[in-house]
C-alpha cells in the first residue's frame, strides 16, 4: 500500500472517523443530492482548531481554544442553489443535509456519478499544526517579548495589548464533477497594539502580520520585537500628527498594505457573482481601459505561505495566477463553479467560503499590482502639495455605483515634493472604474502586505493578501477636518 | 413560564455536567453557556427562487477559573467525549495562563436567580413554499418601479434559538429567542447607464410584527430609485441631518467608548468623563433590556448577571458604562449586566421630537447622510472621517441626491452638537433612536 498523504491522513483522522464515515458514505450522500435533477452537488467537510493568546498591562490572562467543525451540503440546479449543514459528522446528518439541499430540484436521475479523481495540485504551505508548534511557556515568552520591547522603546507607551492567533483547519471536499480532494491550511497571526500619551494627549498605534506557517517562522524573522517597534512608531507618530486636509488632491499611496486600494476599488467589482447579474459597476468592461499602460493587477492565490494563499479553492479547484487588469486593460474576473457554469466559463479556483455553514461564493486570494519604473523618493519628489498615505485601516465600496473608501491610519502632508508632518487619520473615497486612469506613476517597489486582511462579504469572513508599489494618484477626495488652503 | 420541553431539559443538562466535569478536573470555578438553533432562509431573484438553506447551530462554551486563572474554550460538537475535551481544553488553559486578581464569576447578589419572562420567542412554521411566496411578494413590490433595473433579490429568514447558561454557584438559566427577518435589495439605473444600489429590511423576533413583503420591497424601491443622479459636492462646512438607521451608529460609538474594555485599555475618548456633559443636554440615553418583545431583550447577560432598565446618559451628563464583572473589577465598580453586549438603548430628546420635514426645515441648507462607509472612526481619540451617500437640502428642501463625499470632525464635538431628534424612531437593533442634526461638520469633496 502507498504511503497515505498527509492531507488525507488527518482527513481521516479529524473528518472520518470520529463520524463513522467513509469516502463511500460521501459519495452516498453526493449519490442522493444528485438523484434529483441537479446540474451539481458537493460536501464540504472541515474540522479547525484556533487558539488565542493575549498580554495586556504585562499579563498573559486571556486565552481561548475553539474547536467547529462540521459539513455542508450544496446542491445546485440553473442559478438555484439548495444549501443545508450539519454540526454532527455522521451518515444520517450527512444524508439529512443532502436531502433538504435537494429540495430546489424536482425529477429523478439515474445517471451515475463521474468517477472522482484526487490528483492534488502543489502545496502553498507547510502542514504542522502551529498550536502545536511551541509550547504554552514560549508562546507566553514571545508575548512578553512584544510587551517589553515596547515599553523599553519609549516613556510615552501607557498600554501594550498583544495577541497572538492560529488556527490549523482539515478539510475534505467532493463534488458531482469528479472532485475528491483533501487539504490542511494552517494560519497564524501576531497582532500588537499601543496607546501612547503625552501632555494628556492619547494616540493608538498598531501592527500585525502572519501567514500560513507556524509560530516558529514568527521568531525566525524577529516578528515580535519589529511588530511592536512598528506599533509605537505609529502611536508616537499620531501624538505629533495635524488636522488632516479636507478636499480633492494628489495622493501617494506607499506600498504594501495601502494595496487594499486594489482590493476595494476593483477586487469586489471583478468578481464572478456581480459580473454575472450585471450588478457591479464592471460587468460591461471587459477589453476596456479602466487605467493607465503601465498598471497590471493580478489576483494569485499560489504565492507560498501568505495569508490568502490555497493550493486549492474550496470547491477544490486548484487556484492560479489570474491577470484582472493587463497593462490597463481589464483581461480577467474571478469565479467560482457555479458562477463559471452561469457565464460559460471556467473557475479561476476563486470560489472560497468562510467554514461549513456558509456557502462558497467568488473570492479573491492575494491581490496586487505589479511594479513599474518610478522610484519611490522620485514620486514623492513630483507632489507640490498632498498626501501621502503609508498606513491603512481597511475599506469598503459599493460594487453598483463603484464608490469606495479606505481610511489611512497613517499619513503624511507632502509640500514641494518633501513629507513636511504627520496628519491625522482620514478617510480616503473615489470611484473604482476611474480611480485608475488617475494613477500616474507606478513604482518599482512592489510589496505585499505582512498578512493582516479578512475581507468581509456578505457576512462571511476570509483572509486575504494585497499589494503595490508606491503609487501616484492624480485626484483622490481626502476626508480630513481642515479645509484646504491651497 | 411554560413547561420545557425535552430538548431544554437536556441542554440543561449538558450544561450541569460540564460544570461537574470542569470542578472534577480541579477547577474552583466555572461557567458554561450553550447555544441551539434551527433556521430557514430563503432567497429569490428576478422573480425565480436562487437559494433554500437550512440552519443547525449548536455550540457550548466553557469558562473555567483555577483561583484568579482563567481559560476559556468552546466547541460545536456536543458528542459526550467532544465536551469532556473542550473541558479539558479550558481547564488546560487555566493551568498554564497567568493570575488576574480581577478574573472569576459575577457577584453572587447580582445573578438572575429569578428571572422575568420577555415574549421573545415566537417561532413561525414558515415552510419553504410559503417563504418563496412571501419573498417573491416582497421583490415584486420593489420591481414594480420601472426605475428598477435589476436586483440583488429578496430574503426571507425564520430563526428559533434557546440559550442556556449555568455556572458553579448554581445559577442555571434558559431562554428562547426567535428573530425573523425579511429584506430586499434592489439597483435602479438612470438614462447615463449610472447605477445605484440601496435596500431595507425589517425584523422582529415576532414574525406577525414585521412589515409586509409589500412595505419591505416598496421602501427599498424608493431608498433606490431617489439616489439616481447623484453626485459630488464642493468641500463645505454646514449641519448634517443622518437619517435614523445611519443615526444608530453613532450611538454604537459611544458604546464603544463607553465599555468596559476600552475604558481599561485607556482606548476611550470618554475616559475621566463620567459626571460631565458628554452629550447635548437635551439628550437622554436609557437602556431597557427587559422590553416584551424588543430587539435586543434579554433577561440576563452573557455572565447570567440580571439585566435592568437604567439611565446611561440623563441630560446629556454621562452617568454609566458598559461593563461586564471583569470589566466592572478592573475599573473598581459593579457591572452593569452587560457583558455580552448592550440591550435596548434608546436616545430621546426633551425637546419636542421632530417630524421629517420639520427636520429638513431645521436643517436649512446642507447635508442628509443616508449611508455612511468605512472604518474612520478613532475611538481612542474621538476623530471621526467616513464615506457618506445622501442629499444636499437647500431651503428646507432635498436639492438633489449626493455620493463620493467624505463627512468627518469629532465624536465628543458631535455628540454635544446634536441640535433636534426626529420623531420616528429606527427600532430594529440594540441602538434605538430618531434622526440626528449635527450642527456642523467638514464636507469633503470636489
Same mark, same amino acid.
Given at each position: 500500500?502507498?504511503?497515505?498523504?498527509?492531507?488525507?491522513?488527518?482527513?481521516?483522522?479529524?473528518?472520518?472517523?470520529?463520524?463513522?464515515?467513509?469516502?463511500?458514505?460521501?459519495?452516498?450522500t453526493?449519490?442522493?443530492?444528485?438523484?434529483?435533477?441537479?446540474d451539481?452537488a458537493?460536501?464540504?467537510?472541515? $474540522?479547525?482548531q @484556533?487558539?488565542?493568546?493575549?498580554?495586556?498591562?504585562?499579563?498573559?490572562k486571556?486565552? /481561548?481554544?475553539?474547536?467547529?467543525?462540521?459539513?455542508?451540503?450544496?446542491?445546485?440546479?440553473?442559478?438555484?442553489t439548495?444549501?443545508?449543514?450539519?454540526e454532527?459528522?455522521?451518515?444520517?446528518?450527512l444524508?439529512?443535509?443532502?436531502?433538504?439541499?435537494?429540495?430546489?430540484a424536482?425529477?429523478?436521475?439515474?445517471?451515475?456519478?463521474?468517477q472522482?479523481?484526487?490528483?492534488?495540485?502543489?502545496?502553498v504551505?507547510?502542514?504542522?499544526?502551529p498550536?502545536?508548534?511551541?509550547?504554552?511557556?514560549?508562546?507566553?515568552?514571545?508575548?512578553?517579548?512584544?510587551?517589553?520591547?515596547?515599553?523599553?522603546?519609549?516613556?510615552?507607551?501607557?498600554?501594550?495589548t /498583544?495577541?497572538?492567533?492560529?488556527?490549523?483547519?482539515?478539510?475534505?471536499?467532493?463534488?458531482?464533477?469528479?472532485?475528491?480532494?483533501?487539504?490542511?491550511?494552517?494560519?497564524?497571526?501576531?497582532?500588537?497594539?499601543?496607546?501612547a500619551?503625552?501632555?494628556?494627549?492619547?494616540?493608538?498605534?498598531?501592527h500585525g502580520?502572519?501567514?500560513?506557517?507556524?509560530?516558529?517562522?514568527?521568531?525566525?524573522?524577529?516578528?515580535?520585537?519589529?511588530?511592536?517597534?512598528?506599533?509605537?512608531?505609529v502611536?508616537?507618530?499620531?501624538?505629533?500628527?495635524q488636522?488632516?486636509p479636507?478636499?480633492?488632491?494628489?495622493?501617494?499611496?506607499?506600498?504594501?498594505?495601502?494595496?487594499?486600494l486594489? $482590493?476595494?476599488?476593483? =477586487?469586489?467589482?471583478l468578481?464572478g457573482?456581480?459580473i454575472?447579474?450585471?450588478?457591479?459597476?464592471?460587468?460591461?468592461?471587459? =477589453?476596456?481601459?479602466?487605467?493607465?499602460?503601465?498598471?497590471?493587477?493580478?489576483?494569485?492565490?499560489?504565492?507560498?505561505?501568505?495569508?490568502?494563499?490555497?493550493c486549492?479553492?474550496?470547491?477544490g479547484?486548484?487556484?492560479?495566477?489570474?491577470?484582472?487588469?493587463?497593462?490597463?486593460?481589464?483581461?480577467?474576473?474571478?469565479?467560482?463553479?457555479?458562477?463559471a457554469?452561469?457565464?460559460?466559463?471556467?473557475?479561476?479556483?476563486?470560489?472560497?467560503?468562510?467554514?461549513?455553514? @456558509?456557502?462558497?461564493?467568488?473570492?479573491?486570494?492575494?491581490?496586487?499590482?505589479?511594479?513599474?519604473?518610478?522610484?519611490p523618493?522620485?514620486?514623492?519628489?513630483?507632489?507640490?502639495?498632498?498626501?501621502?498615505?503609508?498606513g491603512?485601516n481597511?475599506?469598503?465600496?459599493?460594487?453598483?455605483?463603484?464608490?469606495?473608501?479606505?481610511?489611512a491610519?497613517? /499619513?503624511?502632508?507632502?509640500?514641494? =515634493?518633501?513629507?513636511?508632518?504627520?496628519?491625522?487619520?482620514?478617510?480616503?473615497?473615489?470611484?473604482g472604474?476611474?480611480?485608475l486612469?488617475?494613477?500616474?506613476?507606478?513604482?518599482?517597489?512592489?510589496?505585499?502586505?505582512?498578512?493582516? =486582511?479578512?475581507?468581509?462579504?456578505?457576512?462571511?469572513q476570509?483572509?486575504?493578501?494585497?499589494?503595490?508599489?508606491?503609487?501616484?494618484?492624480?485626484?483622490?477626495?481626502?476626508?480630513?477636518?481642515?479645509m484646504?488652503?491651497? | 413560564?411554560?413547561?420545557?420541553?425535552?430538548?431544554?431539559?437536556?441542554?440543561?443538562?449538558?450544561?450541569q455536567?460540564?460544570?461537574?466535569?470542569?470542578?472534577?478536573?480541579?477547577?474552583?470555578?466555572?461557567a458554561?453557556?450553550?447555544?441551539?438553533?434551527?433556521?430557514?432562509?430563503?432567497?429569490?431573484?428576478?422573480g425565480?427562487?436562487?437559494?433554500?438553506?437550512?440552519?443547525?447551530?449548536?455550540g457550548?462554551?466553557i469558562?473555567?477559573?483555577?483561583?484568579?486563572?482563567r481559560?476559556?474554550?468552546?466547541?460545536?460538537?456536543?458528542?459526550?467525549?467532544?465536551?469532556?475535551?473542550?473541558?479539558?481544553?479550558?481547564?488546560?488553559i487555566?493551568?498554564s495562563?497567568?493570575?488576574?486578581?480581577?478574573?472569576?464569576?459575577p457577584?453572587?447578589?447580582?445573578?438572575?436567580?429569578?428571572?422575568?419572562?420577555?415574549?421573545?420567542?415566537?417561532?413561525?412554521?414558515?415552510d419553504?413554499?410559503?417563504?418563496?411566496?412571501?419573498?417573491?411578494?416582497?421583490e415584486?413590490?420593489?420591481?414594480a418601479?420601472?426605475?428598477?433595473?435589476?436586483?440583488?433579490g429578496?430574503?426571507?429568514?425564520?430563526?428559533?434559538?434557546?440559550?442556556?447558561?449555568?455556572?458553579?454557584?448554581?445559577?442555571?438559566?434558559?431562554?428562547?429567542?426567535?428573530?425573523?427577518?425579511l429584506?430586499?435589495?434592489?439597483?435602479?439605473?438612470d438614462?447615463?447607464?449610472?447605477?445605484?444600489?440601496?435596500?431595507?429590511?425589517?425584523?422582529?423576533?415576532?414574525?406577525?410584527?414585521?412589515?409586509?413583503?409589500?412595505?419591505?420591497?416598496?421602501?427599498?424601491?424608493?431608498?433606490?430609485?431617489?439616489r439616481?443622479?447623484?453626485?459630488?459636492?464642493?468641500?463645505?462646512?454646514?449641519?448634517?441631518?443622518f437619517?435614523?438607521?445611519?443615526?444608530?451608529?453613532?450611538?454604537?460609538?459611544?458604546?464603544?467608548?463607553?465599555s468596559?474594555?476600552?475604558?481599561?485599555?485607556?482606548?476611550?475618548?470618554?475616559?475621566?468623563?463620567?459626571?460631565e456633559?458628554?452629550?447635548?443636554?437635551?439628550?437622554t440615553?436609557?437602556?431597557?433590556p427587559?422590553?416584551?418583545?424588543?430587539?435586543?431583550?434579554?433577561p440576563?447577560?452573557?455572565e447570567?448577571?440580571?439585566?435592568?432598565?437604567?439611565?446611561?446618559?440623563?441630560?446629556?451628563?454621562?452617568?454609566?458604562?458598559f461593563?461586564?464583572s471583569?470589566?466592572?473589577?478592573?475599573?473598581?465598580?459593579?457591572?452593569?449586566g452587560n457583558?455580552?453586549?448592550?440591550?435596548n438603548?434608546?436616545?430621546?430628546s426633551?425637546?419636542?421630537?421632530?417630524?421629517?420635514?420639520?427636520l429638513l426645515?431645521?436643517l436649512g441648507?446642507?447635508?442628509?447622510?443616508t449611508?455612511?462607509?468605512?472604518q474612520?472612526?478613532?475611538q481612542v481619540?474621538g476623530?471621526y472621517?467616513?464615506?457618506?451617500?445622501?442629499?444636499?437640502?437647500?431651503?428646507?428642501?432635498v436639492?438633489?441626491?449626493?455620493?463620493?463625499?467624505?463627512?468627518?470632525?469629532?465624536?465628543p464635538?458631535?455628540?454635544?452638537?446634536?441640535?433636534?431628534?426626529?420623531?420616528?424612531?429606527?427600532?430594529?437593533?440594540?441602538?434605538?433612536?430618531?434622526?440626528?442634526?449635527?450642527?456642523?461638520?467638514?464636507?469633503?469633496?470636489?
Amino acid at each position: 500500500m502507498p504511503d497515505e498523504r498527509v492531507t488525507d491522513g488527518a482527513a481521516r483522522r479529524y473528518l472520518l472517523d470520529p463520524g463513522e464515515l467513509t469516502p463511500q458514505t460521501l459519495e452516498q450522500t453526493l449519490a442522493h443530492a444528485w438523484s434529483r435533477a441537479c446540474d451539481y452537488a458537493d460536501v464540504y467537510l472541515q $474540522h479547525s482548531q @484556533h487558539e488565542s493568546l493575549t498580554i495586556e498591562n504585562g499579563v498573559v490572562k486571556d486565552a /481561548a481554544f475553539t474547536l467547529e467543525q462540521g459539513a455542508g451540503v450544496r446542491a445546485a440546479l440553473g442559478e438555484k442553489t439548495g444549501f443545508a449543514y450539519s454540526e454532527e459528522l455522521g451518515p444520517e446528518q450527512l444524508l439529512e443535509a443532502a436531502r433538504a439541499a435537494r429540495s430546489i430540484a424536482h425529477g429523478d436521475r439515474q445517471a451515475r456519478l463521474p468517477q472522482s479523481s484526487s490528483t492534488p495540485p502543489p502545496a502553498v504551505c507547510g502542514y504542522d499544526n502551529p498550536l502545536q508548534n511551541l509550547d504554552m511557556e514560549q508562546k507566553i515568552a514571545l508575548l512578553r517579548e512584544v510587551d517589553e520591547t515596547a515599553r523599553r522603546l519609549a516613556p510615552e507607551v501607557k498600554k501594550v495589548t /498583544a495577541t497572538l492567533a492560529s488556527a490549523y483547519e482539515v478539510i475534505l471536499i467532493a463534488s458531482t464533477e469528479g472532485v475528491y480532494q483533501t487539504d490542511i491550511r494552517p494560519l497564524v497571526r501576531l497582532n500588537v497594539s499601543v496607546i501612547a500619551e503625552r501632555d494628556g494627549r492619547r494616540e493608538i498605534g498598531g501592527h500585525g502580520g502572519g501567514g500560513r506557517y507556524g509560530y516558529s517562522r514568527l521568531l525566525e524573522t524577529g516578528a515580535p520585537a519589529r511588530f511592536a517597534q512598528e506599533a509605537v512608531r505609529v502611536a508616537l507618530l499620531n501624538l505629533e500628527s495635524q488636522e488632516a486636509p479636507a478636499g480633492t488632491m494628489t495622493v501617494v499611496l506607499g506600498h504594501g498594505w495601502p494595496g487594499v486600494l486594489l $482590493h476595494e476599488a476593483i =477586487g469586489h467589482g471583478l468578481e464572478g457573482d456581480a459580473i454575472r447579474k450585471g450588478t457591479s459597476v464592471f460587468t460591461h468592461l471587459m =477589453g476596456q481601459r479602466v487605467a493607465s499602460p503601465e498598471v497590471t493587477v493580478v489576483d494569485n492565490g499560489t504565492l507560498p505561505d501568505r495569508r490568502g494563499s490555497l493550493c486549492m479553492d474550496d470547491e477544490g479547484t486548484p487556484t492560479q495566477n489570474t491577470v484582472l487588469i493587463e497593462d490597463g486593460i481589464i483581461r480577467g474576473f474571478l469565479y467560482d463553479r457555479l458562477n463559471a457554469r452561469l457565464c460559460k466559463t471556467e473557475s479561476t479556483g476563486n470560489g472560497r467560503r468562510e467554514s461549513y455553514a @456558509h456557502q462558497p461564493m467568488p473570492r479573491m486570494t492575494n491581490t496586487y499590482m505589479q511594479a513599474g519604473t518610478h522610484s519611490p523618493e522620485e514620486i514623492l519628489a513630483s507632489v507640490d502639495h498632498g498626501l501621502y498615505a503609508v498606513g491603512f485601516n481597511g475599506g469598503q465600496v459599493d460594487i453598483t455605483s463603484g464608490k469606495f473608501v479606505f481610511s489611512a491610519s497613517e /499619513a503624511y502632508l507632502i509640500k514641494d =515634493g518633501k513629507i513636511a508632518h504627520p496628519v491625522k487619520g482620514a478617510t480616503l473615497i473615489g470611484d473604482g472604474p476611474s480611480v485608475l486612469r488617475r494613477v500616474s506613476m507606478v513604482g518599482d517597489d512592489l510589496e505585499l502586505d505582512d498578512g493582516i =486582511g479578512t475581507c468581509g462579504k456578505d457576512g462571511q469572513q476570509v483572509p486575504v493578501g494585497v499589494g503595490q508599489p508606491t503609487l501616484r494618484v492624480d485626484e483622490l477626495t481626502v476626508g480630513g477636518t481642515r479645509m484646504h488652503d491651497g | 413560564m411554560t413547561a420545557e420541553s425535552a430538548s431544554a431539559q437536556n441542554l440543561r443538562t449538558c450544561v450541569q455536567q460540564a460544570l461537574d466535569q470542569a470542578r472534577g478536573q480541579g477547577a474552583t470555578a466555572a461557567a458554561v453557556s450553550l447555544d441551539r438553533g434551527e433556521g430557514l432562509t430563503v432567497s429569490v431573484r428576478l422573480g425565480e427562487l436562487e437559494t433554500i438553506e437550512r440552519e443547525q447551530d449548536q455550540g457550548l462554551s466553557i469558562t473555567a477559573y483555577f483561583g484568579q486563572r482563567r481559560g476559556h474554550a468552546s466547541s460545536t460538537d456536543l458528542r459526550e467525549d467532544s465536551v469532556e475535551r473542550t473541558v479539558e481544553a479550558a481547564c488546560q488553559i487555566a493551568r498554564s495562563t497567568e493570575e488576574d486578581p480581577c478574573h472569576g464569576l459575577p457577584d453572587e447578589d447580582r445573578l438572575a436567580f429569578e428571572y422575568p419572562e420577555l415574549d421573545l420567542h415566537h417561532p413561525w412554521d414558515l415552510d419553504s413554499d410559503e417563504a418563496v411566496r412571501l419573498a417573491l411578494e416582497c421583490e415584486d413590490a420593489a420591481r414594480a418601479d420601472a426605475r428598477i433595473a435589476n436586483s440583488e433579490g429578496a430574503e426571507v429568514r425564520r430563526y428559533d434559538g434557546i440559550r442556556v447558561l449555568g455556572n458553579s454557584l448554581g445559577f442555571m438559566g434558559a431562554y428562547r429567542r426567535s428573530s425573523h427577518d425579511l429584506s430586499c435589495c434592489v439597483v435602479a439605473a438612470d438614462e447615463a447607464g449610472a447605477q445605484e444600489r440601496d435596500y431595507w429590511h425589517s425584523t422582529h423576533c415576532d414574525w406577525r410584527k414585521m412589515q409586509d413583503p409589500g412595505t419591505v420591497g416598496r421602501i427599498a424601491a424608493e431608498r433606490t430609485v431617489r439616489r439616481l443622479g447623484a453626485r459630488p459636492l464642493a468641500s463645505c462646512v454646514v449641519p448634517v441631518l443622518f437619517e435614523a438607521p445611519v443615526a444608530r451608529s453613532l450611538l454604537g460609538h459611544f458604546v464603544g467608548a463607553a465599555s468596559g474594555r476600552a475604558l481599561y485599555h485607556e482606548a476611550s475618548f470618554l475616559l475621566g468623563r463620567r459626571d460631565e456633559q458628554v452629550w447635548a443636554e437635551e439628550i437622554t440615553l436609557t437602556e431597557h433590556p427587559h422590553e416584551a418583545g424588543g430587539a435586543a431583550s434579554a433577561p440576563f447577560d452573557a455572565e447570567g448577571v440580571a439585566t435592568r432598565e437604567r439611565t446611561v446618559v440623563d441630560n446629556g451628563i454621562l452617568r454609566g458604562w458598559f461593563l461586564s464583572s471583569y470589566s466592572a473589577r478592573r475599573l473598581g465598580l459593579a457591572s452593569t449586566g452587560n457583558a455580552g453586549g448592550v440591550r435596548n438603548l434608546v436616545l430621546e430628546s426633551r425637546e419636542p421630537a421632530l417630524s421629517w420635514d420639520e427636520l429638513l426645515q431645521r436643517l436649512g441648507r446642507g447635508l442628509v447622510v443616508t449611508e455612511l462607509m468605512g472604518q474612520g472612526v478613532n475611538q481612542v481619540t474621538g476623530d471621526y472621517s467616513r464615506g457618506a451617500a445622501g442629499f444636499w437640502v437647500e431651503n428646507g428642501a432635498v436639492a438633489h441626491p449626493v455620493h463620493e463625499i467624505t463627512i468627518a470632525g469629532s465624536l465628543p464635538d458631535m455628540y454635544r452638537g446634536i441640535v433636534a431628534v426626529g420623531a420616528e424612531q429606527d427600532r430594529r437593533g440594540s441602538l434605538q433612536t430618531g434622526a440626528l442634526l449635527v450642527d456642523r461638520m467638514q464636507i469633503a469633496g470636489v
